[in-house]
C-alpha cells in the first residue's frame, strides 16, 4: 500500500507564488510517473502537471510558463512551483503516482488533496 502526504496549499492573491509538495511512502519498489491534477467545484479532475522518473515533464496548456513541476527519486518526493497565479487556478490540487510496489504489483495513488485559492 503506498501512501502519498501533501502540503502547500493556502490562499494567495493574483500574481502571487505557492509551492505544493507531495511525498510517497509505503511498499514502493518504483515511481515511474508522478504529478498533479486539480478539480475545481463542479469540473472534472484535469491534468496540471506530471514527470517521469528520467525527467520527462508535460505541462497543461494553461500552466505553461507558470508552473514548474519537479522530483526527487530517492525521497519519492514532487514539488510544485506555481508562479503568476490567477483566479483561474483555484481549485483542489491533487498529487498522483504510478508504479510498482515491493510485489512486483502496479499501483495509482492519489493524495488527500490541498486547497489552492487566489483572490483579492
Known amino acids: 500500500q503506498v501512501q502519498l502526504v501533501e502540503s502547500g496549499g493556502g490562499e494567495v492573491q493574483p500574481g502571487g507564488s505557492l509551492t505544493l509538495s507531495c511525498s510517497a511512502s509505503?511498499?514502493?519498489?518504483?515511481?515511474?510517473?508522478m504529478g498533479w491534477y486539480r478539480q475545481a467545484p463542479g469540473k472534472q479532475r484535469d491534468l496540471v502537471a506530471t514527470?517521469?522518473?528520467?525527467?520527462?515533464?508535460n505541462y497543461a496548456d494553461s500552466v505553461k510558463g507558470r508552473f514548474a513541476i519537479s522530483r526527487d527519486n530517492v525521497n519519492h518526493t514532487v514539488w510544485l512551483q506555481m508562479n503568476s497565479l490567477e483566479a483561474e487556478d483555484t481549485a483542489n490540487y491533487y498529487c498522483?503516482?504510478?508504479?510498482?510496489?515491493?510485489?512486483?504489483?502496479?499501483?495509482?495513488?492519489w493524495g488527500q488533496g490541498t486547497q489552492v485559492t487566489v483572490s483579492s
Open positions: 498522483n503516482t504510478r508504479g510498482y510496489s515491493t510485489l512486483y504489483r502496479p499501483f495509482e495513488a
Open positions: 514527470i517521469t522518473s528520467g525527467g520527462s515533464i
Open positions: 509505503g511498499n514502493i519498489f518504483t515511481i515511474f510517473t
